[in-house]
C-alpha cells in the first residue's frame, strides 16, 4: 500500500483485525441463517470505541481520524458485512451529524450513548416514493406552539428496529424544496413513531432494515438538528461521509472473498494440479488484487482529504462508486473460482456475493455517484 500509515493507524487496524477474525467471523454465517441482530458484537466494539470512532474523547467517542475509521471498518467487513453497515451508519451519517450541527443538550443526551456503543442509531431520509431523489420527500413537521408534529413513512432504515435514537428529515416548508427540508433528532419511544414493515432481503440478513412511520409524532422544538431549512444539507453532508464508509466495507468484503478464493485455488486441483497453477486462474487472481488495491486508494484518499478539512465530496462518490462496483465483480469472479462449491453455502463466498449486491444502491446509487461527479467536472 503506498499510504504510510502511523503508528497509531497501525494499531487500531490491527486491533480491530483481530478482533474481527476472531469474535465477528464467528457467527457471521449462522446469523446470516437465523437474520440475529449482532448485539454481542456491538457490545464488545463499543468496549473497543468503533461506535463512534471519529467523535471527540468528551463526548465518549475516540477521537480517531477518518483513515483509522476506514481501515476499521473494512477490517469488520471482512467477517461480517451486516455488522459493518450498522457501524457505517452509527459512525458516518448519525454520530458526524450530531456531532457537527447537534446542540450540547442533544450532544448529551445521543452522541454519548451512542459513542459509547450503548445504544444504536439509524438516518430516516429515504421514502417509499423517494430514494435517489430525496428532495420530494413528503414526510411534514408542522410547528404546533413550541413543537412539532411529525408525520410520514421513512422506508429501508438501517436498524430501524433495533435503534434507539432517530435522525429524521421532513418538510417543515412544502415550497421551498430542498430548503424547506429539516432534520430532527427524535429518541425512539416517543409516541407516534412506529416501526413498520422489515425487508426480507438478499442480503445484510442480521441488519434489520425497517419502515419507520412517524403519526403524529409530537417533538419538542429542541430536538430539531441545525435550524429549520438545514435538513437537506445535513443529509447531504452525511451522506458524503457515509459513502467513504459503504467504500471501506466494499474493501473489507472483497478481500474477504479474494483471500477465500486463493485458499480454495490453492487446494482444488484439476487437470493434475491446484487450480491456482492454472493461467485462467492466475490472471483472475490478478485482476481482483488489482481492482481492491484500485478501490482502496480511492478510499484511503477520500478519507485523507476529510481528514485534512478539504471538500471530499466528490472523491468520497468516486470512491463509493468504483468500490462498490468492484466489490461487485470481485465476489461474482470468487464464486466462479470455487465453481460448483461457490454456489452453495458451504463457502462464505455466496453470503459475499450476497451481501455485496445493494452497495452500489444505498447510500447513493451508482448512478446518483455519477451524477455528483459529473457535476463537480461539468460546472
Ligand atoms: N454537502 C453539503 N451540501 C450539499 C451537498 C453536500 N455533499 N450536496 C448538495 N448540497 C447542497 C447544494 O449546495 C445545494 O445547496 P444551495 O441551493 O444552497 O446551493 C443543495 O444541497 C441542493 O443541491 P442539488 O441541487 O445538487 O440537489 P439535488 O436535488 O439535485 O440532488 C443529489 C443532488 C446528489 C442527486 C442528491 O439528491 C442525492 O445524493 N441523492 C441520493 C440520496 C441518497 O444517497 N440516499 C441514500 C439513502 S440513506 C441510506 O442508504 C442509509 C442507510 O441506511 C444505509
Same mark, same amino acid.
Not at 70 to 84: D, P, Q
Not at 226 to 249: C, H, N, T, W, Y
Not at 344 to 361: L, N, Q, S
Given at each position: 500500500m503506498s499510504f ?5 493507524q497501525?494499531?487500531?487496524q490491527?486491533?480491530?483485525?483481530e ?6 467471523a ?5 446469523r ?6 449482532p ?8 468496549? /473497543? =470505541?468503533?461506535?463512534?470512532?471519529? *467523535?471527540?474523547?468528551? $463526548?465518549?467517542g475516540?477521537?480517531a481520524?477518518a483513515?483509522?475509521?476506514v481501515?476499521a471498518?473494512s477490517e469488520i ?7 459493518s453497515v450498522?457501524m457505517?451508519?452509527?459512525n458516518?451519517i448519525?454520530?458526524e451529524?450530531?456531532?457537527?450541527f =447537534?446542540?450540547?443538550e442533544?450532544k448529551?443526551?445521543? /452522541?454519548?450513548p /451512542?459513542a459509547?456503543g450503548?445504544i444504536i442509531?439509524a438516518?430516516?431520509l429515504?421514502e417509499?416514493?423517494a =430514494?435517489?431523489d430525496?428532495v420530494s420527500?413528503?414526510a411534514?413537521? *408542522?410547528r404546533d406552539?413550541?413543537?412539532y %408534529?411529525?408525520n410520514?413513512t421513512?422506508r ?7 435503534c434507539k435514537?432517530v435522525? *429524521? ?5 412544502e415550497?421551498a424544496g430542498h430548503k424547506?427540508?429539516?432534520a430532527f433528532l427524535v ?8 416501526? =413498520? ?5 438478499m442480503g445484510?440478513?442480521a441488519?434489520?432494515?425497517t419502515d419507520?412511520?412517524f403519526? &403524529?409524532?409530537?417533538?419538542p422544538?429542541?430536538a ?5 431549512g438545514d435538513?437537506?444539507k445535513i443529509a447531504m453532508s452525511?451522506?458524503?461521509s457515509?459513502r467513504?464508509g459503504?467504500a471501506?466495507?466494499?474493501l473489507?468484503?472483497a478481500q474477504?472473498?479474494m ?7 490453492k ?8 487450480i491456482?497453477?492454472?493461467?485462467? %486462474?492466475?490472471w ?9 488495491e484500485?478501490?482502496?486508494q480511492? *478510499?484511503m484518499?477520500?478519507a485523507?482529504m476529510?481528514?485534512r478539512?478539504? &471538500?471530499?465530496?466528490?472523491?468520497a462518490s468516486?470512491?463509493k462508486l468504483f468500490?462498490?462496483?468492484?466489490? &461487485?465483480?470481485?465476489?461474482a469472479?470468487a464464486?466462479?473460482?470455487h465453481g460448483?462449491y461457490?454456489?452453495?453455502k458451504?463457502?462464505p463466498?455466496?453470503r459475499?456475493y450476497?451481501?455485496?449486491r445493494?452497495?452500489?444502491? $444505498?447510500e447513493g446509487?451508482?448512478?446518483?455517484q455519477?451524477?455528483?461527479i459529473?457535476?463537480?467536472i461539468l460546472?
Amino acid at each position: 500500500m503506498s499510504f504510510k500509515l502511523s503508528d497509531e493507524q497501525l494499531m487500531i487496524q490491527s486491533m480491530v483485525r483481530e478482533f474481527s477474525r476472531k469474535v465477528v467471523a464467528a457467527t457471521a454465517a449462522e446469523r446470516d441463517r437465523t437474520k440475529e441482530f449482532p448485539w454481542d458484537n456491538f457490545k464488545q466494539m463499543g468496549e /473497543l =470505541g468503533l461506535m463512534g470512532m471519529m *467523535v471527540p474523547t468528551e $463526548y465518549e467517542g475516540e477521537g480517531a481520524d477518518a483513515v483509522s475509521y476506514v481501515l476499521a471498518l473494512s477490517e469488520i467487513a471482512y467477517s461480517c458485512a451486516s455488522t459493518s453497515v450498522v457501524m457505517s451508519v452509527q459512525n458516518s451519517i448519525v454520530c458526524e451529524s450530531i456531532n457537527n450541527f =447537534g446542540t450540547e443538550e442533544q450532544k448529551q443526551e445521543f /452522541l454519548v450513548p /451512542l459513542a459509547s456503543g450503548e445504544i444504536i442509531g439509524a438516518f430516516a431520509l429515504t421514502e417509499p416514493d423517494a =430514494g435517489s431523489d430525496p428532495v420530494s420527500q413528503t414526510a411534514t413537521a *408542522v410547528r404546533d406552539g413550541d413543537h412539532y %408534529i411529525l408525520n410520514g413513512t421513512k422506508r429501508f432504515i438501517t436498524s430501524g428496529k433495533n435503534c434507539k435514537a432517530v435522525i *429524521v428529515t421532513a418538510k417543515t416548508d412544502e415550497t421551498a424544496g430542498h430548503k424547506g427540508i429539516s432534520a430532527f433528532l427524535v429518541a425512539k419511544e416517543t409516541p407516534g413513531l412506529i416501526v =413498520g414493515h422489515a425487508e426480507d432481503k438478499m442480503g445484510l440478513r442480521a441488519s434489520d432494515t425497517t419502515d419507520l412511520i412517524f403519526e &403524529n409524532c409530537r417533538v419538542p422544538g429542541s430536538a430539531i438538528l441545525g435550524k429549520e431549512g438545514d435538513g437537506f444539507k445535513i443529509a447531504m453532508s452525511g451522506l458524503d461521509s457515509g459513502r467513504i464508509g459503504i467504500a471501506a466495507q466494499s474493501l473489507g468484503v472483497a478481500q474477504a472473498a479474494m483471500d477465500a478464493s486463493v485458499k480454495y485455488a490453492k487446494k482444488r486441483k484439476q487437470f493434475g494440479k491446484p487450480i491456482s497453477m492454472h493461467q485462467g %486462474i492466475r490472471w483472475q487472481i490478478a485482476d481482483m488484487a488489482t481492482q481492491i488495491e484500485a478501490a482502496r486508494q480511492l *478510499v484511503m484518499s477520500a478519507a485523507a482529504m476529510k481528514d485534512r478539512k478539504e &471538500n471530499y465530496t466528490t472523491q468520497a462518490s468516486m470512491a463509493k462508486l468504483f468500490a462498490s462496483e468492484m466489490v &461487485n465483480k470481485v465476489t461474482a469472479r470468487a464464486i466462479q473460482i470455487h465453481g460448483g462449491y461457490g454456489f452453495t453455502k458451504d463457502y462464505p463466498v455466496e453470503r459475499f456475493y450476497r451481501d455485496a449486491r445493494v452497495f452500489t444502491i $444505498y447510500e447513493g446509487t451508482s448512478e446518483i455517484q455519477r451524477i455528483v461527479i459529473s457535476n463537480s467536472i461539468l460546472k
